[in-house]
């Protein structure tokens, strides 16, 4: 099915523990965004993709690393989670007239 | 900080009320773009406004674009109980978008 799927969508970890979330696109979009989502900050850009091997910083982007060797993966790293990173994390993907389609989500608990 | 200041923060009506969220910034973007959410689930595009003083309307809902193109409203018209969810403004510059914090609309039947 065409879409964006994200996995898993639940994840408990611990602190200093590496994690990383998978974002999968279906239509070929070259760009690509991962957002953390916590109540009263709406949801904040951490890092973003224009193409294959071309990533960019946004707003939140300490203590997470991306990767986009394909045009359609785009996943986030936690390379030592801290409870700070307690979130729901949100991939998604801009079609050319400029919509953002969003996943479903990941709900992230770091312990 | 947050680019975008959503207002209010939550509101509850009755069916068949009318209401409105803001969103304001001081910053102008290049598009402002409206998101509604469900629980459980990533935000879904409701529109986008580009013209400084764009009216577009979807069904009951109408938004604004303000003449500078820093802020913007949602109206609803006789809302129903669907239209209950997390509502968020977002504003677009060089491709990416910053939110707002979101507006919680319960609608009650």
């Known amino acids: 099915d065409a879409g964006i799927t994200q996995s898993p969508r639940y994840k408990i970890t611990e602190t200093g523990r590496q994690v990383t979330l998978m974002c999968h696109q279906t239509w070929s979009h070259s760009y690509m965004f991962w957002y953390r989502q916590d109540l009263g900050h709406g949801l904040r850009l951490i890092y973003y993709?224009?193409?294959?091997?071309?990533?960019d910083k946004g707003e939140v982007p300490d203590g997470y690393v991306v990767s986009r060797s394909k045009t359609e993966n785009f996943p986030l790293t936690l390379e030592s989670a801290t409870r700070s990173q307690t979130s729901v994390y949100f991939c998604a993907s801009r079609r050319s007239t400029n919509e953002q389609f969003f996943g479903p989500g990941t709900r992230l608990t770091v312990l | 900080t947050q680019l975008l200041e959503q207002s209010p923060q939550f509101l509850s009506i009755q069916e068949g009320e009318n209401l409105t969220v803001y969103c304001n910034s001081s910053?102008?973007?290049?598009?402002l773009q409206w998101y509604r959410q469900e629980p459980g689930e990533g935000p879904v595009l409701l529109v986008t406004v580009v013209t400084g003083g764009e009216v577009k309307k979807l069904k009951r809902l109408t938004f604004q674009f303000g003449d500078a193109r820093k802020d913007s409203s949602l109206h609803i018209t006789a809302a129903q109980p669907g239209d209950t969810g997390l509502y968020l403004c977002?504003?677009?510059?060089?491709?990416?978008?910053?939110f707002g914090a979101g507006t919680t609309v319960t609608v009650r039947a």
């Open positions: 977002a504003g677009e510059n060089d491709y990416k978008l910053s």
């Open positions: 910053s102008v973007f290049s598009s």
């Open positions: 993709s224009a193409a294959a091997d071309i990533t």
